[in-house]
T-cell receptor, first 116, second 110 residues
Framework: NAGVMQNPRHLVRRRGQEARLRCSPM?????VYWYRQLPEEGLKFMVY????????ESGMPKERFSAEFPKEGPSILRIQQVVRGDSAAYFC??????????????FGSGTQLSVL | SQQGEEDPQALSIQEGENATMNCSYK?????LQWYRQNSGRGLVHLIL?????REKHSGRLRVTLDTSKKSSSLLITASRAADTASYFC??????????FGKGTMLLVSP
């Protein structure tokens, strides 16, 4: 059973470009969470999605950031017109269908976004 | 902040010693979890303790929870160099998603 898969592992973008980060949850999981981690900081919650629905996006900036989790395919975190402050590690996590929102999470290895 | 806050920020010990990390929080919880992160990797779940539990063990890990003090501790006994990592507590509250603290960086020297 493959774990949570994130790609790319590293992503370099120039200011103003778009960044697309992908996450495939574990098999049997339909809850996906995106977190951002700055150096020597903890994880900051961004968005929580279930298939085709955004459940909680309270941690996601209103501008330039969007997320989706379509019926088919991975979850996508999209950052438009990236700025240097977007440089961070972005982690995706998933949880089982039968669990509550705040039960054990399974994390991917993250995408390190660097904005030049 | 409603996040869990770990203490100390960094801890350096020798192999074989015990490591204790603490976590404090401000609001009521359903559960409190501890995760481990190796450098450049994702977080790995270690243990979950529910609000009606006071202590839990898993191998060399021992977690305690004091809801009256809104605090938890993680004890790693007989530490090994491979335990070197960052350790985060995460608070589960109501139907909200988990919120994480800033972590404790543990260095175990051979």
């Amino acid at each position: 059973n493959a774990g949570v898969m994130q790609n790319p592992r590293h992503l370099v973008r120039r200011r103003g470009q778009e960044a697309r980060l992908r996450c495939s949850p574990m098999k049997g999981h339909s809850h996906v969470y995106w977190y951002r981690q700055l150096p020597e900081e903890g994880l900051k919650f961004m968005v929580y999605l279930q298939k085709e629905n955004i459940i909680d996006e309270s941690g996601m900036p209103k501008e330039r950031f969007s997320a989706e989790f379509p019926k088919e395919g991975p979850s996508i975190l999209r950052i438009q017109q990236v700025v240097r402050g977007d440089s961070a590690a972005y982690f995706c996590a998933s949880s089982p269908d039968w669990g509550q929102t705040n039960e054990k999470l399974f994390f991917g290895s993250g995408t390190q976004l660097s904005v030049l | 902040s409603q996040q869990g806050e770990e203490d100390p920020q960094a801890l350096s010990i020798q192999e074989g010693e015990n490591a204790t990390m603490n976590c404090s929080y401000k609001t009521s919880i359903n559960n409190l979890q501890w995760y481990r992160q190796n450098s450049g990797r994702g977080l790995v779940h270690l243990i979950l303790i529910r609000s009606n539990e006071r202590e839990k063990h898993s191998g060399r890990l021992r977690v305690t929870l004091d809801t009256s003090k809104k605090s938890s501790s993680l004890l790693i006994t007989a530490s090994r160099a491979a335990d070197t990592a960052s350790y985060f507590c995460a608070r589960g509250s109501g139907y909200s998603t988990l919120t994480f603290g800033k972590g404790t960086m543990l260095l175990v020297s051979p």
